[in-house]
């Protein structure tokens, strides 16, 4: 943030305007992204602290969601739970997996079928520990996003971020739990509810 | 590299401007060699770790090792932070942390060398949290030899 770097004065910043979570702005883009490194390596020569540049490159948003649907129907009406759902996405799962030759599921060391699992549990009150269930979660929205990466018709991660939010049974159940999680004794449960399961954007949908 | 606040949706900008600063009498930026002769680490903030590694915790000021053979393929992300875009690592991870790209730099000599260790810490923190680590960080990247260090926020 340009605010807290103001703040906290390092000697040398690079502002870039790219998504957070995009600091070398384009995946992909080896061209951008060696030019955003050696814009802030190339810092290293002045002396003129504290400096913070205006890196000259920004990256347009993409939020045009106009004439994408999602292509396969994960509609409620079509699969009829959570765990259902998780398996009908793995053979995209696995074919983003093979597209990238990477993926980034992995935190919890469970299997996805086992983390919707947990999910299911707590929705039904059996609440695991916090951060057990923080990391199953992380790993169910990657195992989501990459798989919908590998539909035949893919969109952008804009699109994907709003059919996981709009459509998909383990979103709806992420906010079914976030109450159960806030009105936990534990304050690890809290903290996941209020802060670290809905992200600020879609806390709307919350009821 | 950073962003500013007023083009973050407001709901994400508040929460943003509550977190804690730290704040410093003296930030000098001290001059040193040219870039063609300076070995280079990174560290991130964005939770990154070898898959099987301790994920990140709630509060955690500690960082993880990332050695600079580390296959992309190999890291993941458990930062406990819900609000920044994951998809562009999960495409491609120089998108959050430029490895390759870094590599490609030593390789045509634009940069001395790359450091044999890279780090991440997770930025959502509290900074007495991270003191500590981040002391003992300094010493290891003496001990690498380091005398530049590229700061990948997300």
Not at chain 1, 44 to 62: G, K, Q, W
Request: charged content about 25%; aromatic content about 6%; some cysteine.
């Amino acid at each position: 943030m340009r605010e807290h770097t103001e703040i906290v004065r390092p000697p040398r910043a690079l502002w870039v305007t790219f998504e957070l979570g995009r600091p070398l702005g384009i995946p992909d883009d080896a061209a951008f992204q060696r030019r955003v490194v050696k814009a802030a390596l190339d810092l290293l020569a002045r002396t003129d602290s504290p400096l913070i540049a205006d890196y000259p490159e920004h990256v347009p948003d993409v939020t045009d969601f106009s004439g994408w649907a999602c292509p396969i129907n994960l509609a409620p009406s079509q699969v009829d739970s959570l765990v259902a759902e998780i398996d009908r996405l793995a053979t995209w799962y696995d074919r983003s997996v093979a597209n990238l030759d990477r993926t980034t599921v992995g935190v919890s060391g469970l299997d996805m079928p086992a983390a919707g699992a947990l999910v299911s549990r707590a929705l039904d009150g059996d609440l695991p520990e916090a951060q057990a269930l923080k990391e199953a979660i992380d790993d169910l929205r990657a195992y989501y996003l990459e798989a919908a990466s590998a539909f035949p018709d893919p969109g952008t991660a804009a699109t994907r971020k709003k059919w996981f939010w709009d459509e998909t049974k383990l979103a709806q159940a992420l906010l079914a739990l976030q109450p159960k999680l806030a009105a936990s004794a534990d304050p690890q449960h809290r903290i996941l509810a209020n802060l670290t399961l809905i992200p600020a954007t879609e806390r709307h949908r919350l009821g | 590299m950073v962003k500013r606040l007023s083009d973050m949706p407001e709901v994400e900008a508040n929460h943003l401007r509550r977190i804690e600063c730290p704040t410093y009498d003296d930030t000098p930026a001290l001059p040193g060699k040219p870039l063609a002769e300076r070995r280079v680490a990174i560290i991130s903030t964005a939770g990154l770790h070898k898959r099987g590694d301790r994920p990140f915790r709630p509060g955690d000021g500690s960082y993880r090792v990332i050695p600079a053979e580390t296959q992309g393929n190999e890291l993941v992300m458990s930062h406990i932070s819900v609000n920044f875009d994951r998809t562009g690592f999960q495409q491609d991870v120089n998108t959050a942390f430029p490895i390759d790209r870094l590599r490609e730099l030593a390789a045509d000599n634009t940069v001395g060398s790359m450091a044999a260790v890279h780090y991440s810490f997770m930025g959502a923190f509290p900074p007495a949290a991270a003191e500590p680590h981040a002391q003992h960080l300094a010493g290891l990247l003496k001990a690498d030899k380091v005398d530049a260090v590229l700061l990948v926020p997300v």
